[in-house]
């Protein structure tokens, strides 16, 4: 296949060559319009024709192995990109459930040490399957929560 044939397969520059259907090329001086004509024979339009369907069908071929092989690599992609959302969601959730236990301890050692409740606001358990559920927490705490704080860590002090 290293040689493809084209329009021009059916001329040589030799006076005396033949072409591949059996015909003779067209000599100069040769009487042109009907030379011109025979040149191209049944076999070698044939052989032309074989050539370029090979050709073509080795080119599809290979478009089909390079569509198969980007498709195998954007379904692994695909998979991979899920595997990192479901990883994303766990390390969330894993956070939230953390963050309320880490609420939970404040309030029973700041009962243990004081004999009062911490009022904290809301200590309802979050939902951990939406990813929603905390946009509030990333709001800075209001004043008096700034106050509260800041005395804990005076007494943390003393």
């Known amino acids: 296949m290293d040689e493809q044939a084209g329009p021009g397969v059916f001329f040589n520059n030799n006076n005396n060559s033949v072409l591949p259907g ?7 001086g040769d009487g042109g319009g009907e030379m011109a004509r025979a040149q191209y024979s049944i076999p070698g339009i044939l052989h032309f024709l074989q050539h370029e369907w090979a050709r073509f069908e080795v080119e599809r071929a290979q478009w089909e192995v390079e569509r198969a092989e980007l498709q195998a690599q954007i379904a692994f992609l695909q998979g991979e990109r899920k595997g990192q959302e479901n990883l994303k ?6 956070i939230k459930m953390l963050e309320y236990a880490l609420k939970q301890e404040r309030a ?5 040490k004081y004999g009062t409740e911490l009022h904290q606001g809301d200590m309802k358990p979050p939902s951990y399957d939406s990813d929603e559920g905390n946009e509030n927490e990333a709001l800075p705490e209001p004043p008096n929560s700034q106050l ?3 005395q804990g860590r005076q007494l943390l002090r003393q």
Do not use: M
């Not at 969601?89 to 894993?94: I, P, T």
């Not at 029973?108 to 243990?112: D, G, M, S, T």
């Open 22 to 28: 059996g015909a003779k090329a067209p000599q100069p």
């Open 89 to 94: 969601k766990d390390l969330v959730r894993r």
């Open 108 to 112: 029973k050692h700041h009962k243990l």
């Open 148 to 150: 509260s704080w800041k």
